[in-house]
């Protein structure tokens, strides 16, 4: 009786294949069931944000501010909170504020959509004022459980309320941006740097050379570590 594994390996021998029979089944699932898995972690962490109780941000606010982008990104922006336009529209980023990102974003060849953006808080501060540090302690769980699902590559924390949130209050933004630092959330480390909220810059264009090179900076290091944007 023929053997037909002997006849194979002759006729991929004969194609000079470097082909390696392995009995063991392929995976073809699990980058699905990964994705599968993110989905769902991030409908829950969406849920518990609607839940949260006794918090002034939502009573004032009219939708929860989630995020945008891909959430398959190896890319994640966290900026402040909602304004107005956001408020309305439920998407982070979307007002003055959003159309400058979507400019800084365009000059170092990055397509909004291929990244993941979200805020510190999700909810629209009244009259836009800045987040207290008690509503910034308080949504920092949640942001700190939004970056573990998306598991980004590089972190960028536009303006001081996302400094705060996630490296301290006792840091300078004018003094520490620009700096590629590592922040480690639940035992996994996350490269991370920090520049101004697109915001501030409208308020102090002066400020817009540093920030340009901050995004230098940030194109180097996507380039250095051959993502795709």
């Known amino acids: 009786m023929v053997n037909k594994e002997i006849l194979n390996q002759e006729f991929l021998k004969s194609i000079e294949s470097e082909y390696i029979f392995d009995n063991a089944p392929i995976n073809r699932f699990k980058k699905n069931k990964e994705n599968d898995d993110a989905s769902e972690r991030l409908i829950c962490l969406k849920d518990k944000i609607k839940s949260i109780q006794d918090c002034e941000l939502k009573k004032f606010a009219k939708n929860l501010v989630f995020s945008d982008g891909n959430p398959k990104s190896q ?8 304004g107005e336009k956001e408020d309305l529209l439920g998407k982070p980023f979307v007002g003055e504020a959003g159309m400058l990102l979507n400019k800084m974003l365009n000059a170092i060849k990055i397509k909004r959509e291929n990244i993941y953006i979200t ?47 996630l490296l301290g209050q006792k840091l300078k933004i004018s003094k520490e941006r620009g700096k590629w630092k590592e922040i480690i959330i639940n035992q996994k480390t996350f ?12 308020r ?19 380039d250095e570590l051959n993502i795709k944007v």
């Open 191 to 202: 490269i991370t740097i920090l520049t101004f909220h697109p915001a501030y810059l409208l």
């Open 204 to 222: 102090q264009p002066d400020q817009k050379k540093f920030s340009w090179e901050d995004l230098k900076n940030i194109r180097k290091k996507i």
């Open 119 to 165: 805020n510190v808080v999700n909810y629209r501060p009244p009259n836009n004022r800045k987040p207290e540090f008690s509503e910034i302690k308080r949504y920092s769980v949640f942001l700190r459980e939004h970056i573990s699902i998306i598991n980004p590559k590089i972190l960028i924390l536009m303006g001081s309320t996302a400094m705060e949130a």
């Open 75 to 82: 890319i994640m922006i966290v900026g402040e909170g909602p």
